[in-house]
């Protein structure tokens, strides 16, 4: 059974670049959400998404986007890079019908932004 | 606002010592409370979580966790640390719906 898996496990870009970040989901789930971890600090609530729409969001700019595919998988889109955007990048994922009370965690995508 | 405080950046102790990391959080009402652990390399694990019932709660490794409603804590224990328990250590709060906030997290270094 796979767990939570992402795409890239590393990028650099360059700042005023757009990226896209791919998660899919553990097996059976159906709720994504992305948290984003600045080096040092727990990771940060950015938006959860449940049947392809935005559930829940955090604090975070209307420069951070993102998707819901029919399969569940989700993209993170993260548009005019800053360099205070580098970081890892998590994705989880949970049964809605569980109450989403437990998340699996992905092992990220490392963003460098120069 | 609501915040999650985690009270030690880093501890170092060795092999066979008690472990105990402290988490306070503030947040009006019902919350579901977490543990999570990153070992070095590795990716966000489940440590334990409580839900509700036995404020007492049992996890993964020999870890258990107390929650203390009238303290807003929720601290984390292990009797006897082994050099394996050596990665970071997040305290995590939901106050529903998958919505997580973490705390700033703890270092833990365990030397043989």
């Known amino acids: 059974d796979a767990g939570v898996t992402q795409s890239p496990t590393h990028l650099i870009k360059t700042r005023g670049q757009q990226v896209t970040l791919r998660c899919s989901p553990k097996?059976?789930?159906?709720?994504v959400s992305w948290y984003q971890q600045a080096l040092g600090q727990g990771p940060q609530f950015i938006f959860q998404?449940?049947?392809?729409?935005?559930?829940q969001r955090g604090n975070f700019p209307d420069r951070f986007s993102g998707h819901q595919f029919p399969n569940y998988s989700s993209e993170l889109n993260v548009n005019a890079l800053l360099l205070g955007d580098s970081a890892l990048y998590l994705c989880?994922?949970?049964?809605?019908?569980?109450?989403?009370?437990?998340?699996?965690f992905g092992p990220g995508t490392r963003l460098t932004v120069l | 606002a609501q915040s999650v405080s985690q009270h030690n950046h880093h501890v170092i102790l060795s092999e066979a010592a008690s472990l105990e990391l402290g988490c306070n959080y503030s947040?009006?009402?019902?919350?579901?409370l977490f543990w999570y652990v990153q070992y070095p390399g590795q990716h966000l694990q489940l440590l334990l979580k409580?839900?509700?019932?036995?404020?007492l709660v049992k996890g993964i490794k020999g870890f258990e966790a107390e929650f203390i409603k009238s303290k807003f804590s929720f601290n984390l224990r292990k009797p006897s640390v082994q050099w394996s328990d050596t990665a970071e250590y997040f305290c995590?709060?939901?106050?529903?719906?998958?919505?997580?906030?973490f705390g700033a997290g703890t270092q833990v270094v365990v030397t043989p």
């Open positions: 989880a994922s949970s049964l809605s019908a569980s109450g989403i009370r437990e998340q699996f």
């Open positions: 097996s059976g789930h159906d709720t």
């Open positions: 998404y449940y049947e392809e729409e935005e559930r």
């Open positions: 947040y009006g009402g019902t919350v579901n």
């Open positions: 409580y839900f509700s019932g036995d404020p």
């Open positions: 995590a709060v939901s106050p529903g719906w998958g919505k997580l906030q």
